[in-house]
């Protein structure tokens, strides 16, 4: 293939990545990777001929370029050619380096915009459980959501009696964005001389770092014009949906898991997941029937592991948050969540999350600075989707 195809089809690989990036599945995931290293050969066979264009111009050009001393023989361009594609640095030897030439990866020139965006989105979910399970939107401004808090009722009447009126009620979820930012400036030679793809681990260290730092305010974020409106808020649930163990010095027991599954009303259950610390899963593992008894947890039935579940309760599966309260004697905290996140819950991040690579600002010094962005709101929508459990007194 020629340039001008090789870049079409890079241009058409990298529009599928986009496609492949904003969705939620393992096949997307699958293809995206695919996509991925399909780009990377074509980036390689751009280079490539690249180089040859490069050798062909020296060739035409002869001595005007570069003169041969005498005795050494003529110029090879074959030689020349194989030491720019060598690139080992050798003293007193032409060594072509450019800054973020595309297709390079050792100047981090594989991750164009498109690309590291693509890149940054798929690592983004990485161990950010609540996120997987909850409803994400992208929208460009402020957005308002209506939510109704109250249901119409419907009432027997007679054949001769008059209807009786019943109205839903309805409230204004209003979502903004919160804002959170990071940079990392790396040496241009390490980005040269590394046998790592540096840039690549930059943007999924970026984006892990972003995807830890909403978890946690998915979490424990206590909402209103702050940050996010996180799960484990004793208030955010309707009180139904509350349950208390004996006290702040008792921990989640079976009897609270079972209150809290019939507690939540039916319709939510099919989507539901139970989501707690693994301090707090670990106990529950524990309990016995008696002091020496069997274990009352059936770990042949509930330790399947499911899609980043670590086993299921009730028949739902578990996922574990490190951000999720754990268990302290004398202090009152929201234990456990149960619920459907995909009705509950809704993440509204602003556009997209961004990741550029700046190699102007720290030129001087040497470095290329990586820097990412994201902005993004959450909000619980229907407080009996979900439930909690209380280490407290209600």
């Known amino acids: 293939m020629n340039l001008e195809t090789l870049r ?7 529009a599928a990545c986009e496609e492949f990036a904003t969705t939620n599945s393992h096949d997307a995931v699958a293809k995206f ?15 490539t001929l690249a180089l040859r264009g490069r050798a062909d111009a020296l060739r035409a050009a002869g001595s005007t370029v570069i003169r041969p001393e005498a005795g050494r023989g003529q110029f090879d361009v074959r030689a020349f ?53 909850a409803t994400v939107q992208q929208f460009s401004t402020n957005l308002d959501i209506p939510v109704i808090n109250g249901r119409t009722v419907v009432t027997a009447t007679g054949e001769t009696v008059a209807y009786t009126e019943s109205n839903f009620t309805t409230t204004k979820k209003a ?35 972003h995807g830890k730092y909403r978890e946690e305010k998915y979490a424990i974020g206590t909402g209103g014009t702050t940050e996010e409106e996180g799960i484990f808020i004793e208030t955010a649930w309707v009180s139904s949906n509350r349950i ?25 259950h099919p989507g539901a997941v139970w ?21 009352m947890y059936d770990g042949m039935q509930g330790m399947m592991v499911k899609e980043g579940s670590v086993g299921t309760l009730m028949g739902k599966p578990v996922y574990l948050s490190e951000f999720a309260p754990s268990f302290s004697s004398g202090t009152e905290k929201v234990m456990i969540f149960y619920g459907d996140l995909k009705k509950g819950y809704r993440i509204v991040d602003r ?24 902005r993004s709101d959450a909000k619980i929508l229907d407080t009996y989707a979900g439930g909690v459990i209380i280490a407290g007194a209600a």
């Open 81 to 133: 050619h194989k030491h720019l594609q060598k690139r080992d640095g050798t003293p007193f030897e032409l060594d072509i380096r450019t800054t973020l030439t595309t297709g390079t990866a050792a100047t981090a020139g594989n991750f164009t915009v498109t690309q590291q965006t693509g890149e940054f989105i798929k690592n983004l979910d990485f161990n950010n459980v609540i996120r997987q399970n």
């Open 33 to 47: 990777d695919a996509a991925e290293e399909e780009i990377r050969a074509i980036d390689q066979q751009i280079g």
């Open 175 to 209: 979502f903004k964005s919160y804002k959170a930012t990071a940079f990392t400036d790396v040496t241009e030679e390490l980005l040269n001389d590394s046998v790592v793809d540096v840039a690549a681990e930059v943007v999924a260290d970026h984006a892990r770092a």
């Open 351 to 374: 556009t997209q999350a961004t990741f550029r690579v700046n190699p102007y600002i720290k030129s001087l010094e040497g470095q290329v600075r990586f820097e990412s962005a994201m």
């Open 8 to 14: 079409e089809k890079r241009g058409q690989l990298v």
């Open 244 to 268: 208390y163990t004996a006290g702040n010095t008792t921990r989640p027991t079976f009897d609270q898991v079972i209150s809290l599954y019939s507690a939540v009303r039916p319709g939510y």
């Open 275 to 295: 989501i707690m610390s693994a301090d707090t899963w670990g106990n529950l593992l524990q309990t016995k029937a008696a002091t020496t008894g069997n274990y």
